[in-house]
C-alpha cells in the first residue's frame, strides 16, 4: 500500500546536546525536520480528527523531550525523536527524521543527521 507523507519542516527548539562543557550547560538551537508516513485515506473519508494522525500531538512531544532531554550526542536525539513519533501514534509507519546543530562548526550553517525507520523494522527488533 502506498502511504501519504507529512512533513514537519524546521522545528526550532532550544535545548542540551552535546559532549562539550558548554553545550552541557547552554541550551542551542535543535532543528528538525521529519516525514511522517501514515495512511491518511480514512481521514480524508470522515473529516475527523479521531482518524488522522495528529501531527500537532506528535510536535509537541517533540518539542517536550528537546526542552527537557540532555542527550550528548545527535545521534541518540534523533533516534529518541524517531521513536517518539511511533509510540505517540500507531497510524505513522515509516519516519525519516534529520536533527542539526546550527551554528555547531566554523564554517558550515549547520551539522546534522538524517535517520529513516519502519515500525516494521521496529517489531522485528523488539521479537
Known sequence: ???DQIHIKDLTVPGIV?????????????LVNATLWVDT??????DDIADAANYRTITKAL????????PMLVERLVQELTDICFNTDPRVEEVEMTVEKPGAL??????GITIRRMRSDRKLLED
Open 41 to 46: 485515506r480514512p481521514a480524508a473519508v470522515t
Open 63 to 70: 518539542i517536550a523531550h528537546i526542552e527537557n532531554g540532555e
Open 106 to 111: 566554523r564554517h558550515a550553517r549547520s551539522v
Open 1 to 3: 500500500m502506498q502511504l
Open 18 to 30: 552535546g559532549i562539550n562543557p558548554e553545550e552541557r550547560v547552554n541550551r542551542q538551537e535543535v
